[in-house]
C-alpha cells in the first residue's frame, strides 16, 4: 500500500513516516501543498493523508484541483482546525475522512485502514434528469450529451433542483439555499429570474412553475 503524507510539520511528517513504514506502507511525504498536489497526481497512491494549514496551497485547495483532475485517490484530512464547520469543508471539496490535530497514532492507522477497506470510487454521483446531466465533481452540465455552459448561480440552481426532483421549491427556500445567507436584501423575483435564464440553456419544460407555491422539476 502506497501512502502520501501531505504535512509541513517536519517532525509530524517524519514520525507518520517511520511509525507507517514499520507498520507496512510504503510512505512519500510532501512537505507543502503545491508538492503535495503533483505528487498526489501524478503518483498511484492507495491513500493520502493531507493536512490543511499548507505553505504553498491549503488541503482545501489541494484536495478541489486533485478532484478537478478526475483523480479519485482516497484522501483522509488532518487538521488542527476543529469544529463540524471546517469538517463539513473537508468532505465538502471531496475529502473521504477527517482526522483532526492531536490525534492518536493508532486511531489514525484504524481509520486509514478502514478507508482502504471502502476504497470504492468517491467520485459523487452524476445527476440527472431526462437529458440533462450535471457532475458536481467537475460541475459540467450537458443536455441530450452537448456541453451548457452555466453561471455559477445558473449551476448552483440547477444543482439543487436536480437534488430534490418531485419536490415543489418555494423562493424563498431557493433564495436561502441558493443565494445562501446573501438571500438578505435579494427580490423573490431574481429566482424567477434565474429559472428563467435556465429554461432558456435547457428547454422550457424542464422546470415547472407550481402556482403560489414554487418550482419543481416537471416529471
Ligand atoms: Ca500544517
Known amino acids: 500500500m502506497r501512502l502520501l503524507v501531505v504535512e509541513d510539520e517536519t517532525r509530524l511528517a517524519r514520525a507518520l ?55 479519485w ?60 446531466r450535471l457532475d458536481p465533481a467537475t460541475r459540467e452540465v450537458t443536455i441530450a450529451g452537448n456541453d451548457v455552459s452555466l453561471s455559477r448561480r445558473e449551476y448552483e440552481l440547477l444543482e439543487f433542483l436536480l437534488r430534490h426532483p418531485g419536490r415543489v421549491i418555494t423562493k424563498t427556500e431557493l433564495l436561502d439555499r441558493v443565494w445562501d445567507a446573501r438571500g438578505v436584501g435579494y427580490e423573490p423575483n431574481v429566482v424567477e429570474v434565474y429559472v428563467g435564464y435556465l429554461r432558456r440553456k435547457l428547454g422550457p419544460g424542464l422546470i415547472e412553475t407550481v402556482r403560489g407555491a414554487g418550482y419543481r422539476l416537471a416529471p
Open 17 to 71: 513516516q517511520r511509525g507507517l513504514t514499520a507498520d507496512g506502507f510504503t510512505v512519500d511525504v510532501a512537505l507543502d501543498g503545491v508538492t503535495g498536489l503533483e505528487r498526489a497526481r501524478d503518483g498511484q497512491y492507495d491513500a493520502v493523508l493531507l493536512d490543511v494549514m499548507l505553505p504553498g496551497l491549503s488541503g482545501y485547495e489541494v484536495i478541489k484541483q486533485l478532484r478537478a483532475a478526475h483523480v
Open 73 to 132: 485517490t482516497p484522501v483522509m484530512m488532518v487538521s488542527a482546525k476543529d469544529g463540524p464547520y471546517d469538517q463539513a469543508d473537508g468532505l465538502d471539496y471531496g475529502a473521504d475522512d477527517y482526522l483532526v490535530k492531536p490525534f492518536d497514532y493508532v486511531v489514525l492507522v484504524a481509520r486509514l485502514r478502514a478507508l482502504l477497506r471502502r476504497q470504492s470510487d468517491p467520485r459523487p454521483p452524476v445527476l440527472a434528469h431526462g437529458d440533462v
